[in-house]
């Protein structure tokens, strides 16, 4: 069993799951950019999967472009949410505005703050996997 590839799919899965029970269980509305990362995550939670079945150590390859894409979208979102001057910058034009915060814990963890640890942690498991390989 490979470590790696076993994080990688769990945080894909959580966050998938995570992102499903804000919009169906606590009827949380998605904005804009809230999609765009639900479009690159859901793929990861099963590509991952059945990564992690038929131990194919060479997924990196797939997963990285993904993740790296999902990086930089949350840590715009996030930027969106957390800097002011960002605001006036933002593309949800109808709509659920992206500057808004269904959740803010202790100050600064968001949904997409939620969403780039998961981009983050599985692009560190995926960069891990390359260097064995």
């Not at 009827?27 to 939670?45: D, E, G």
């Not at 997924?59 to 472009?65: D, F, K, N, Q, T």
């Not at 979208?73 to 002011?84: C, E, N, V």
């Amino acid at each position: 069993m490979n470590k790696s590839l076993a994080l990688a799919w769990l945080t894909a899965l959580i966050a998938m799951l995570g992102s499903l029970f804000f919009s169906e269980v606590r009827h949380f509305i998605p904005c804009t950019l809230c999609w765009y990362q639900r479009i690159l995550m859901y793929p990861l939670a099963f590509i991952l999967g059945i990564a992690f079945y038929k131990n194919d150590t060479h997924i990196y390859r797939y997963v990285l472009p993904l993740s790296g894409i999902g990086i930089v979208l949350s840590s715009y979102h996030y930027a969106l949410q957390k800097i002011p001057a960002m605001q006036h910058v933002q593309m949800c034009q109808s709509g659920v505005p992206c500057t808004g915060e269904y959740i803010n814990w202790l100050g600064f963890i968001t949904i997409p703050f939620l969403a780039l640890i998961a981009f983050v942690i599985i692009t560190i498991c995926m960069v891990i996997l390359r260097k064995k390989a």
